[in-house]
C-alpha cells in the first residue's frame, strides 16, 4: 500500500472508529494486553535481532537500553493499558449544553480529532502507549517509529493490529510506516492527515514544523529555567535545583538554566557548587556568578541552549521582573519554577511567565503525563493552540456542536417572530 | 513603526496585558463605548469618504452597504461593547485542579494566547468586535481591515487605542496595518505571531494558509448540506431547505448542497421546486433528481462548489449512510443538517457526519456566535485543533499548567520515598 492509500484508509475507517461504543475498544484493549503476553517471545525474539544489529552498528549504550524490550517492558505496557481501560470514554462526553431556544438545544461533544501521524526514535513502549491512546480516544494513527527498533515495532504492531481487528475495529485504524521517504510523504498529505505528533530531537521536530502544512503538536526545545529568588529558602533551593537539572539530564523537561537574585547569590550559589558538582555538574556563569564562585565562562549562546546533558549556565539577575523577561525571552515556553518563600513574587512570577508549566516551589521534572496523573501521554506541548503541557487522552479530542429542533428556522428569530432565550441546559446529549 | 516592530511591540506588551486586572480590562471597554459615542462625528466623516471613494470605484451596492458606518452601526457595536463588559473575565479562570500529593497542588488556568493577527475585509463594525473581544480575553493584536474602509478603520482604531491606553491598557495592545505588503510581512512573524484569523473569501483564506507558518483559525469553505431523510415530515423539509438556503445568501452557513433520500424524492421534491423557485433560486439536480422535477443538471463540480447564490445543487440518494458518505467527501466539514423524525436516523447522523455542526431538524444558519449565545464572535472555525464552530471569547484563550509546591523534588517519587496520590482538588488557584 502507498503512504497515500494508507492515509486514505484511515480517514475513511475514521467516521466508524469513531462511533465505536466504549465496550468495543475497551474488548479490543483487553485483547491487545492478552496478545502482548501471549506473544511475548516472538516479539522479545525481534528486539533481539534489533539489539543485535544495535551492538554491530555500535549504538550508544543509553540508546541500547531504551531499544530493549524485555517481560518487564511488556508487563507495564499491558499494566499501561489496563489503566486506560479503567478509564472512562472520552468520546461523547458532552462539555457545554444550552437551550437556544424552547426545543432547540445545542450540545458541545467531545470527539476524536482525526488521522493523527505520529512520529518518534527508538523506544518501542511509545509505540503500545501511542496505539493504546489513540485507540482508546477514537482516532486513526499512521506511526512511524526509529529505524533501530524497526524487528520490534513490526512484531508489536502485527500483535496489536490483529487483537483489535478481532474485536471489530476498522481495519484502517493503524499503519505501520517503515521507511523516511513514508514519513517525508505522510507530511504532504494535509488533505487525509489533521496532526503530527513529533517525539524526538529538536532538530527532528523543526525539520517535521517546517516541511508540513499539517498542525504540529509537540515541542522542539525544552529550555527550562530555575530562578531563585531573594526570598529563596538556600536548603530548597539547592535541593530543587540538583532535581532539576540532574534526576534525568537528557529530558526536555530537564532545567539548562539557573537565574540567581543578586541578593541570594553570595549564600547560595557556592552551596550549589558544591552540590552540582558532586553530581558531575559543570557550571557556566556569567560575570556577577563568576565574581562568586568559580567556574566556566557562559556566552550569550549559553542562555539559547538545549544541553540535555550535565551542565548548567548561570545568571545572576537584579530583579524577579529580570528573571521574568529572561525567561520569556530565553525559554522555551515549556517548565520554568521559582524558588521563593514570598508569596507576592511567585504570584508574579506564576501570572507573568508565558510557559506550558509554571513552577513555585518545586522541580522542573514533574512536567510529565503521569506525574500530572494523565495516565499516560503522547508528549508535552510548547503549541498556543490545543493542547498545552504534558497532553494525555483530551489532548486527543477536538468537540463537535450538535443542534437538535423541530423545524426552528432562522428567519423567525431574524424577523422577530420567535426570541432566542439561552438557557444553560443541565444534561448531557445522551 | 515597521510591521516586525509592532508585533516586537505586541509580543512584548502582551505579558503585561495578559495579567490586567478584569476592572482595568472593563474601564477601558467602557471608555472605548463612551469615546465611539463621543466622536461618532469625525467617524461618520471619515466613513464618509470611503463611502464617496467607494461610489467613485463603482463598488457593488451589497459593499457599499457592509461600509456604511453610521449612528445605528455604532450604537449596536456600542451596545456589544457594554454585553462583553458584563461578562465574567475569561483569563485566570481555573479549569481543572488536583493534589499531586500533600502540598503539591497542580491547576490548570485560562490565560489569553497572544498575539493574533486578524485580517478581515469590509465591514468596519467587524474591527471593533474583534480589538474589543481581544481586549477582554486578554490578547494583542495586529489588525488589518479592507481597503475600501481604510479611512473608516482608522478613524476606530484611533479612537478605541486613545481610549484604552488611557485607561492603563499596554500601548502596544493593537496595531492596525494599512497595506497588503504588511500583512505579507506579518506572515512571516512567526516568532512573535501566534495565531491569525482570517475573515474573507475562500480563495483569500487559502492564500493565507499557504504562506505562513503561524496556526490559522478560520475556515475556507462552507459548502453545508441538508439531508431530507425519508422519515422527513415534508412541510418542516421545505421550511428548513428555504431557510438554510436562502435567509441569507452570501454568507458560509447557507446550505450548498440538497441531498434527498430517494423514498421521499417525489413527495418533497416538487414542493422544494416551488418554494424555491418563488425565491429565484436556480436548481441543478442529478439525473434521478432530473426525473422527478424539471430543473438544470448539476455536475460533479457542482457538489465541490460554494456557490454563496441563489442557486443549489440536488442529489437523490438510496441511503442515510450514502447522505453522510457525501456529506464527508464532499463538504467542508462546516454545518450539515438531516430532516427526519427518525430518532436513530438522527443519532446516526449527528454521530458520523464529520463536522463542526451537525444539526437535527433545524436551519443550518443557526452556526452562529450570536446565535449560539456566545455574545460576538471571531469567526467560525473548521480546524479540528483548538476551537470549532463559531469562535467566542473562549476560543481566544489557552491554558497553562500551576504547580505550586513547597520544595518537593522528582527523585523522592522516583526512589520511592514518596508516592503521587492526584487526589481531585475542588478549589480555584486563587
Not at 504540529?216 to 532535581?243: E, F, K, L, N, S
Not at 532545567?255 to 558544591?274: F, I, N
Not at 506525574?371 to 508528549?379: C, D, K
Request: charged content about 25%; proline content about 3%; glycine content about 8%.
Amino acid at each position: 500500500m502507498t503512504t497515500r492509500e494508507m492515509a486514505q484508509r484511515a480517514k475513511h475507517d475514521f467516521i466508524a472508529l469513531q462511533a465505536l461504543p466504549h465496550e468495543t475498544k475497551n474488548a479490543a484493549l483487553g485483547a491487545i494486553a492478552d496478545a502482548l503476553l501471549r506473544q511475548e517471545q516472538a516479539i522479545v525474539e525481534a528486539n533481539r535481532l534489533d539489539l543485535a544489529e544495535g551492538e554491530r552498528t555500535a549504538l550508544a549504550p543509553e540508546l541500547l537500553r531504551r531499544l530493549k524490550f524485555d517481560h518487564a517492558k511488556i508487563a507495564t505496557c499491558v499494566e499501561g493499558i489496563r489503566q486506560l481501560i479503567a478509564m472512562p470514554d472520552p468520546v461523547g462526553r458532552t462539555l457545554w449544553a444550552s437551550a437556544l431556544d424552547e426545543g432547540l438545544e445545542l450540545y458541545r461533544v467531545a470527539c476524536p480529532i482525526g488521522v493523527i501521524g505520529v512520529i518518534f526514535e527508538s523506544r518501542p513502549d511509545a509505540l503500545v502507549q501511542i496505539l493504546s491512546l489513540c485507540l482508546k480516544s477514537g482516532n486513526a494513527v499512521l506511526l512511524k517509529g526509529g529505524s533501530e527498533a524497526a524487528n520490534t515495532n513490526r512484531a508489536l504492531a502485527d500483535v496489536i493490529h490483529a487483537a483489535a481487528v478481532a474485536e471489530g475495529v476498522p481495519d484502517g485504524f493503524m499503519h505501520l510506516l517503515t521507511s523516511r521517504g513514508e514519513v517525508g510523504e505522510m507530511l504532504a498529505l494535509d488533505e487525509y492527515v489533521d496532526l503530527i505528533i513529533p517525539r524526538g530531537s529538536n532538530a527532528f521536530v523543526r525539520y517535521i514544523m517546517d516541511h508540513s502544512r499539517i498542525p504540529v503538536m509537540g515541542h522542539a526545545d525544552g529550555i527550562c529555567h530555575v530562578y531563585i529568588d531573594r526570598a529563596a529558602d538556600p536548603a530548597m533551593a539547592v535541593d530543587i535545583t540538583v532535581d532539576s537539572k540532574t534526576q534525568y539530564v537528557a529530558v526536555c523537561n530537564a532545567a539548562e538554566t539557573l537565574l540567581v537574585h543578586a541578593d541570594a547569590a553570595a549564600a547560595v550559589l557556592p552551596r550549589l557548587k558544591a552540590a552540582l558538582e558532586a553530581r558531575g555538574v559543570e557550571l557556566r556563569g556569567c560575570a556577577r556568578t563568576r565574581a562568586v564562585i568559580d567556574c566556566s565562562a557562559a556566552t550569550e549562546q549559553d542562555f539559547h541552549t538545549e544541553y540535555l546533558d550535565y551542565i548548567l549556565s548561570i545568571k545572576v539577575v537584579d530583579s524577579l521582573d529580570e528573571a521574568i523577561d529572561h525567561i520569556n525571552a530565553y525559554g522555551s515556553h515549556h517548565t520554568d519554577c521559582i524558588v521563593t518563600g514570598d508569596a507576592g513574587a511567585a504570584e508574579r512570577f506564576l501570572q507573568l511567565v508565558d510557559s506550558a508549566n509554571v513552577y513555585h516551589n518545586c522541580s522542573t521534572r514533574f512536567a510529565d503525563g503521569f506525574r500530572y496523573g494523565f495516565g499516560a501521554e503522547v508528549g508535552i506541548s510548547t503549541n498556543k493552540l490545543h493542547a498545552r503541557g504534558p497532553v494525555g487522552l483530551e489532548g486527543l479530542l477536538t468537540y463537535k456542536y450538535l443542534l437538535c429542533g423541530h423545524g426552528q428556522i432562522v428567519a423567525d428569530y431574524a424577523e422577530g417572530r420567535r426570541h432566542f432565550r439561552h438557557t444553560p441546559l443541565d444534561k448531557p446529549y445522551r
